[in-house]
């Protein structure tokens, strides 16, 4: 099957994923993946309170520059005292609002005297409830308060404390294993390769990604040479314990790109060989019939680092349980951006010079290791254009 864009081949391969388990947590909920609705326990807030430091007022007192005697004061925190029938109380932001009490009047529309209170404002300028929150208006007992599927942050955290949410269910963390291949690959900490050899940097890039994300478990990296039964027997062993296998190298059409072969081999279902997308076109995507994915990269590392970050993240964001995994994500203009098109969705390597804005990092190709490190993401341009954007921007 062909198709005409990135997103399109992503919903097609989650068509064939199976989400993971899920799982109850007591606490380390930061960054997990919420898998059921958060509710309100009680009204938020859970009584009428004061939205300002002032004074708590019926309107039959409401006069202009009439003195009003200071009663008592509602503080947060206390029960509210007895409204009084005359006069007013000091009232303090977030404290609860005494029955009767039909305004709160700021404290710097009053004037303030030793014990009691002249109001600057026009009684016309006071409404009934004014600077008043009233209970349940942010959220009513049993109501829902967060929807399964956030990948839950900072805020959230806040929410469900509000409510006394602390054991929830989210969805366990994707375990995946990490396989580079080729023979011309070596280690990260080799002083000293030959010409020939690579320091294996797609293993460093492809790592680094995905441990930003508290909803991923890297459980393994390994590395194959260009052997079929060695990749054959990797693949076999890793996919019993891991949902996912993200690879580099071995995708294309040479004698040593194994890959394609072995997946059909082990009975994976390719739904996509080849998008059309520079850098990246060779980029493989299949599932097993249990729906595990794997997703096999190119070994350039300019290639293998976009694709993980286009391709392999929301894949991996789908089958963690994320409900908007085809994130969206910032545009920016493009500065000095030349004149050259192509026929291709151009995942192209940019760096940022101002608040929305960036500029195209020289790069002499996938392979070139400095233009990427140089850049602080990519846009995406799609086919035969050629403007300023905005594009789409994904950061590393």
Not at 7 to 29: C, I, R, Y
Request: with cysteine; hydrophobic share 40%; aromatic share 4%.
């Amino acid at each position: 099957m062909k198709f005409n864009c990135p997103n399109d081949a992503l919903m097609a391969l989650s068509k064939e994923l199976q989400l993971v388990a899920t799982e109850s947590l007591d606490t380390n909920h930061q960054g997990r993946i919420l898998a059921s609705t958060v509710t309100a326990d009680r009204d938020s807030p859970a009584a009428d309170v004061s939205a300002m430091d002032g004074y708590a007022i019926r309107m039959t007192q409401v006069q202009h520059e009439a003195s009003l005697p200071i009663m008592g004061e509602s503080a947060a925190g206390s029960p509210a005292p007895e409204m009084p029938s005359h006069g007013v109380l000091r009232i303090f932001t977030g404290a609860i609002v005494p029955q009767g009490c039909d305004a709160v009047v700021k404290r710097e529309d009053t004037e303030e005297l030793n014990s009691e209170i002249r109001l600057k404002l026009d009684p016309a300028e006071i409404s009934k409830g004014q600077h008043i929150r009233r209970a349940g208006e942010n959220a009513s007992r049993n109501s829902t308060v967060l929807e399964p599927g956030i990948e839950i942050h900072g805020a959230h955290k806040a929410t469900m404390a509000n409510f006394g949410c602390s054991n929830i269910d989210t969805y366990q963390p994707i375990r995946v294993t990490i396989l580079t291949t080729g023979d011309e690959v070596g280690t990260f900490q080799q002083k000293a390769p030959m010409p020939w050899q690579l320091r294996n940097s797609n293993r460093e890039s492809i790592a680094t990604l995905l441990a930003a994300r508290n909803w991923i478990s890297i459980i393994s990296v390994e590395h194959c040479i260009d052997d079929q039964k060695q990749l054959h027997d990797t693949l076999a062993d890793r996919l019993d314990t891991s949902d996912a296998i993200l690879m580099t190298g071995g995708v294309s059409m040479g004698d040593y790109d194994y890959v394609p072969d072995v997946i059909r081999d082990l009975g994976g279902k390719v739904v996509f060989h080849g998008l059309p997308i520079r850098p990246g076109k060779p980029v493989l995507g299949a599932a097993t019939n249990d729906g595990k994915l794997l997703l096999g990269l190119p070994g350039n590392p300019v290639s293998a680092t976009i694709g993980c970050q286009r391709l392999g993240i929301p894949l991996l964001a789908y089958m963690a349980g994320k409900r908007d995994w085809l994130s969206k994500v910032p545009a920016v203009q493009l500065e000095n951006r030349g004149n050259k098109s192509i026929p291709l969705t151009w995942l192209r390597l940019v760096k940022l010079v101002d608040n929305g804005v960036a500029e195209p990092v020289i790069t002499q190709g996938s392979g070139d290791l400095v233009s990427l490190g140089n850049s602080d993401g990519f846009v995406e341009v799609p086919p035969q254009q050629n403007g300023e954007g905005p594009w789409p921007f994904y950061a590393w």
